[in-house]
DNA sequence: GTCTATACCTTGATAGAC
DNA sequence: GTCTATCAAGGTATAGAC
């Protein structure tokens, strides 16, 4: 998707991904002109069309390396294998995609809001990966509920739900906010649990497997 | 904001609220011209402008009364009253907001992805209205943790989760899909009483107040 | 690889006839 | 209240000099 560049040039296209990604974050894909990304990039307007053939290909070469980027760390985790318990998997899992999000709100945003943004093809393409996300979390929750450990008639159901609740916190969570990140972090992996019956803490004696 | 307007005028307006929400949902503020909206309404581009003052005007109209509606609404419910047990609100709420916005996924669609197209004073103004539908969530949360009822500590992160949970339901639902919404709404209500430790169903012996 | 200059198109919004 | 006609501004993308 890139073209070939030299040094200097792909100094100047990873800066161009920097300046898109926040711009596109902070007022979409379609309010945004290539001559403000330009601008915030530190160059002319033509010169962006040396490392992205057009606007279009900016915005999914963002999406699919966010996304790429995402299931790899996944997937080079301890926890995200097999073997791992239910409730100790589903717990790292949550607490991976708080920390990975939090830490690219950008990415997420214009990922998850982007979507229609993209051409038939395109869309395909990122909704591959975005899938493939969703399956990680499903196996685990699948895994769990035949061991009886997690109350979850339909692990997809209940997947696509707590995605919505962990994806959401970068919709509101603010650095400067009342609570740290660490605090918002454990209860959203203790909800996350408990929502199927598993909670590990507190008052809460009746987790099926004690 | 919208100006006055014969009856023909009055539907004209209603048409291209119609029109504009559509768009807007399907490909976001930015990208849609007045022109687009005027066509599918099936008027001039020129006789939108009077109706509304500006296309921002519009987008801010159609956000406000999409969140009224749904204020208003809920208010009316008889469970929506500050004596009701605090689980059966809470489950009366999940219930309400599911269905509300699943009869209206452009109006939410809009109302969450295009607060950034808004200009300050028009940002505030929608905001107040989102604030307030929170609100009313906490309230109730907040009832049944000091009641020993929900396990929530934070009745403010509780809430800001599990309306996402709800809310994302709007993204990915479809009605043509495996499951009646009836089962994807129940399946809801229980994880939302479930991340709060107060489960009402199956096997789950352990809810407080049993 | 970046620049200046520009082709060509669409945008939001307005003026004035009907 | 809607139309046709129009304006000024700004959009993506390209050409060709350096």
Redesign the pocket.
């Known amino acids: 998707m890139a073209?070939?560049?030299?040094s200097?040039?792909a100094e100047?296209a990873e800066r161009a991904r920097r300046a898109a990604l926040s711009l596109f974050a902070r007022h979409g894909y379609a309010a945004?002109?290539?001559?403000?990304i330009?601008a915030e990039t530190g160059?002319?307007?033509?010169?962006l069309?040396?490392?992205f053939?057009?606007?279009?290909d900016l915005l999914t070469e963002l999406m699919v390396k966010h996304l790429e980027a995402l299931l790899a760390a996944w997937d080079a985790e301890p926890e995200a294998a097999a073997e791992t318990e239910p409730r100790a998997a589903l717990a790292a899992f949550a607490r991976f995609h708080l920390r990975f999000h939090a830490a690219r709100r950008d990415a997420v945003f214009v990922s998850t809001m982007e979507l229609r943004s993209l051409d038939q093809p395109n869309f395909h393409r990122v909704e591959r990966l975005r899938r493939a996300w969703e399956d990680r979390m499903e196996a685990i929750i699948r895994r769990g509920a035949e061991a009886g450990i997690f109350r979850a008639p339909e692990p997809r159901i209940a997947t696509m739900a707590l995605i919505g609740m962990l994806t959401g916190v970068t919709n509101w969570y603010r650095p400067a906010g009342r609570l740290p990140a660490s605090a918002i972090e454990a209860l959203h992996v203790e909800m996350t649990l408990s929502a199927l019956g598993a909670a590990m803490t507190g008052d809460d004696a009746c987790s099926p497997h004690p």
Do not use: F
């Open positions: 073209r070939q560049a030299g200097q040039g100047t945004v002109s290539m001559r403000e330009a160059v002319g307007a033509a010169a069309y040396n490392h053939a057009t606007k279009q």
